[in-house]
């Protein structure tokens, strides 16, 4: 029995070599996946580096063997050797003929290479803008699902188009003839200039695979900031920034929402300061404080990219017009003095305060 048809009966028809291209993307969108949606692999570098490297590539290569499933590379049937010529019904299991020359209408594998990159800049856009028009938006998460959704579909359609045509002119990965080639190419090379040029083709491959991974490993810190706000429950029970009040009875409680979201980079621990302060406004527009009055304060730990929110009752002991309610924010240990000038950030809220109305019954 020769080694060929040893490894035809182990090796089962939908894994055999005529799909080996689509068997590693289909790995590589797998284990996409895995880093992106399993830890401990999505808090590793790997998450950047193989999901970078598969929505690259793994998408634009998966829809061209779907368009393309037939080979460019002829595959020729002559008499010369009369016991290999494909006749009677084994030509047409073939889909050739004795004698006739057939060249695919497909591409190579360098081709398809080439274009898997091309297309996937293309592709990876388009289900962007189609996932921010679904309920699950645009997301790292999203997007890598809704990819290799879409990646493993087209890789489906191409081991169905192939296995529709002949074996003869279905798309091979070339693999014998490019170690044949690379082994020639840099043991055996046919001049001084070809030596010269693969050692300068590899010295660039290296480079580019070296400057991506050291952009992965090292990314560029991106601007750091906390995001302070105040909220107010709406009609239907939600949470608006609208809607603020801006008279208060003396002693009533108004219930206003205060949140941190935490973009420092690492976990923060913050103190809001919420006074109740009685102002001048001069002729130039400026402040002066002329009295304050704390009403409450928070120190909540946020961790990174966690929000934290917190309702409390808004309620003012003292009556006037021009009364501010100030929100001051800090993340390090606030100052001896407190104010809007001191503070990281401050939020503020102009309110009147009136005695309560008497209701007669």
């Excluded at 856009?125 to 493993?152: E, H």
């Excluded at 491959?205 to 400057?211: I, Q």
């Amino acid at each position: 029995m020769s080694e060929s048809s040893l490894l035809a009966r182990l090796v089962p028809v939908r894994l055999r070599p005529s799909d080996v291209d689509l068997i590693a993307v289909t790995a590589l969108t797998l284990l996409a996946v895995v880093v992106v949606f399993v830890p401990p692999f999505s808090e590793t570098i790997l998450r950047f580096g193989i999901g970078l490297l598969f929505l690259l590539f793994a998408p634009g290569y998966a829809l061209i063997s779907a368009l393309f499933p037939d080979d460019a590379a002829p595959a020729v049937a002559t008499a010369v050797d009369r016991d290999t010529e494909p006749t009677g019904s084994n030509a047409e299991s073939t889909g050739m003929l004795p004698g006739r020359l057939y060249t695919g209408t497909g591409i190579d594998g360098v081709d398809r290479v080439a274009l898997g990159f091309a297309t996937s800049v293309a592709v990876v856009p388009l289900v962007g803008i189609a996932l921010s028009l679904t309920p699950w938006g645009l997301g790292d998460v999203s997007t890598v699902a809704a990819v290799a959704g879409f990646t493993l579909c087209s890789v489906a359609i191409a081991g169905y188009r192939r296995r529709q045509l002949p074996e003869t002119k279905r798309f091979r990965v070339p693999y014998r003839a490019w170690v044949a080639g690379s082994r020639q190419r840099f043991f055996s090379p046919d001049s001084r200039v070809d030596a010269l040029l693969t050692v300068v083709l590899a010295l660039a491959v290296l480079l580019a695979f070296s400057s991506v991974a050291f952009a992965v490993a090292s990314p560029p810190d991106g601007e750091q900031y906390s995001e302070f706000y105040l909220l107010t429950e709406g009609a239907d029970g939600e949470l608006v920034a609208d809607n603020y009040p801006t008279t208060l009875a003396v002693d009533e409680p108004e219930p206003i929402v205060v949140g941190v979201e935490n973009y420092e980079g690492a976990t923060t621990e913050y103190t809001v300061v919420v006074e109740l302060q009685e102002v001048e406004i001069r002729d130039d527009n400026t402040v002066r404080v002329v009295d304050r009055e704390r009403i409450d304060t928070f120190e909540p730990t946020v961790e990174h990219g966690e929000q934290w929110q917190t309702e409390h009752d808004l309620v003012a002991t003292t009556t006037g017009s021009d009364l501010r309610v100030n929100y001051l924010l800090y993340t390090d240990e606030p100052p001896a003095v407190r104010s809007t000038e001191t503070a990281d950030q401050s939020l503020h809220l102009w309110v009147a305060v009136e005695e309560p109305s008497i209701v007669i019954e």
